[in-house]
């Protein structure tokens, strides 16, 4: 849905440079979770090499999201914001493309919070299994202790 917002180029640049690289988001995430981190540390958590961490702590320096504190990396309020703005819609991406099967088949009128089915367990009919829905269904009412069902039929 467009809400109307303007985004100009360089925000789309911002956008794509932080999309751009895994070892970016990866070392925006893991100075999120700790205070500060050396280089090294970044390098063995993400298993890159020494240049590449290298290079995109200076890039996300020189943007001012992160900043150096002695031998190692803090991130900014700017990086911090960003940080978690961008995790969220990596989440709402993943989320969605799970589901894209189901999501193709609702209607617009269908409006629904995809965060309130991240856990979901999507169950789809193929050709070996097309039962495979209707299965999974009579387990689970086989499983369960009580039951309470609503069924509309439509002829």
Do not use: C
Request: glycine residues 8%; aromatic residues 6%; charged residues 30%.
């Amino acid at each position: 849905m467009d809400d109307g917002t303007v985004i100009d180029g360089s925000t789309v640049e911002e956008i794509a440079f932080l999309s751009g690289s895994r070892t970016r988001f990866h070392a925006l995430r893991a100075l999120r979770e700790a205070d500060s981190l050396t280089k090294g540390e970044l390098r063995d958590r993400f298993d890159a090499s020494r240049t590449t961490v290298s290079r995109n702590l200076e890039a996300l320096r020189e943007r001012g999201l992160v900043a150096t504190n002695g031998s190692g990396y803090t991130i900014t309020r700017t990086g911090e914001t960003i940080a978690a703005e961008f995790s969220e819609l990596a989440g709402t991406v993943e989320v969605a493309s799970r589901l894209e099967p189901l999501l193709r088949w609702l209607s617009e009128e269908f409006d629904i919070d995809l965060r309130q089915l991240a856990d979901a367990e999507l169950i789809l009919a193929e050709g070996t299994n097309p039962y495979a829905p209707v299965n999974r269904h009579v387990e689970a009412l086989k499983r369960a202790k009580d039951v309470q069902l609503f069924i509309g039929v439509t002829g």
